[in-house]
């Protein structure tokens, strides 16, 4: 059965990568938030270049808050973005 991961990109991930979104299809032991961007990251420069630095990035799956060790899962969104600040 394949698994589906709605992906949408915020803020200057979205810029850089061209793309608001994408749906991906999940390869067999993407377990996890860390696989996920190691599969993306294997799509090229740019995807290296965004995701490869997590301390600059924050995630939500199916719009609660995870880290690279969250398990993905049956989610069906997966959002990048970038450390909100408020003021």
């Known amino acids: 059965m394949d698994r ?3 992906i949408l990109y915020f803020a200057w991930v979205r810029e ?3 793309v608001d979104g994408e749906l991906v299809i999940l390869d067999e032991g993407i377990n996890t938030i860390a696989d ?9 420069a740019a995807y ?4 490869s630095d ?4 924050r995630f939500a799956l199916d719009q ?3 880290t690279t060790t969250s398990t993905v899962g049956l989610a069906r969104e ?3 973005f970038p450390p909100v600040t408020g003021g």
């Open 4 to 6: 589906s991961l709605n």
């Open 16 to 18: 850089r990568l061209g």
């Open 36 to 44: 996920v961007l190691a599969m993306l990251s294997a799509r090229g």
């Open 48 to 51: 290296t270049e965004v995701l």
């Open 54 to 57: 997590v301390a600059k990035l």
């Open 64 to 66: 609660d808050y995870g």
């Open 78 to 80: 997966l959002a990048i």
